[in-house]
């Protein structure tokens, strides 16, 4: 069981953590396979490529647009994780608004699995800048800036 320390001290086990739960993206679409830590400063995620992927292009592996998804994702489920585990209120989802500076330096192949890290940079009401490092192994593969604006659960309605 890995605990990590979070919030006050508490420990939280994130591997009881199910990813459908603070994301609405389903296979084959879903980027994101776990929720390997959170902290005020960084979340972090991991990703199993696989062949059955719609980003993944056997000829090519897995494209340029899975990164910036997979990078999207898990800014998304740092808002999905706030919300249900730490604010204990319905989970949000977040909506990407823009990239900007994004670098893809490798492209993975199947089989590879990914660590993405998120942390905000910035945040202005609802809409918040992440900087991303998408990592093979120790490898940067990826890297840039998102800005991602947090819906309304509440109002049935998003905040764009």
Same mark, same amino acid.
């Given at each position: 069981?890995?605990?990590?320390?979070?919030?006050?001290?508490?420990?939280?086990?994130?591997?009881?953590?199910?990813?459908?739960?603070? !994301?609405?993206? &389903?296979?084959?679409?879903?980027? =994101?396979? @776990? /929720?390997? #830590?959170?902290?005020?400063?960084?979340?972090?995620?991991?990703?199993?490529?696989?062949?059955?992927?719609?980003?993944?292009?056997?000829?090519?592996?897995?494209?340029?647009?899975?990164?910036?998804?997979?990078?999207?994702?898990?800014?998304?489920?740092?808002?999905?994780?706030?919300?249900?585990?730490?604010?204990?209120?319905?989970?949000?989802?977040? !909506?990407?608004? &823009?990239?900007?500076?994004?670098? =893809?330096? @490798? /492209?993975? #192949?199947?089989?590879?699995?990914?660590?993405?890290?998120?942390?905000?940079?910035?945040?202005?009401?609802?809409?918040?800048?992440?900087?991303?490092?998408?990592?093979?192994?120790?490898?940067?593969?990826?890297?840039?800036?998102?800005?991602?604006?947090?819906?309304?659960?509440?109002?049935?309605?998003?905040?764009?």
């Amino acid at each position: 069981m890995k605990t990590v320390k979070y919030i006050e001290g508490e420990p939280f086990d994130f591997s009881a953590v199910k990813i459908e739960d603070i !994301l609405p993206q &389903r296979p084959p679409v879903l980027v =994101v396979s @776990s /929720l390997l #830590s959170h902290c005020p400063d960084e979340t972090v995620t991991a990703f199993n490529v696989g062949e059955d992927n719609v980003f993944f292009d056997p000829a090519r592996g897995f494209c340029a647009e899975g990164l910036m998804e997979n990078a999207a994702q898990t800014c998304s489920a740092r808002i999905g994780f706030i919300s249900r585990y730490v604010d204990m209120r319905p989970v949000s989802i977040g !909506l990407l608004c &823009r990239i900007r500076n994004y670098s =893809v330096h @490798s /492209l993975p #192949s199947a089989g590879d699995t990914l660590r993405t890290c998120v942390s905000a940079s910035a945040s202005v009401g609802q809409m918040t800048i992440f900087k991303t490092r998408t990592f093979r192994g120790e490898e940067l593969i990826a890297e840039g800036e998102l800005a991602v604006a947090e819906s309304d659960p509440g109002s049935g309605e998003n905040v764009i």
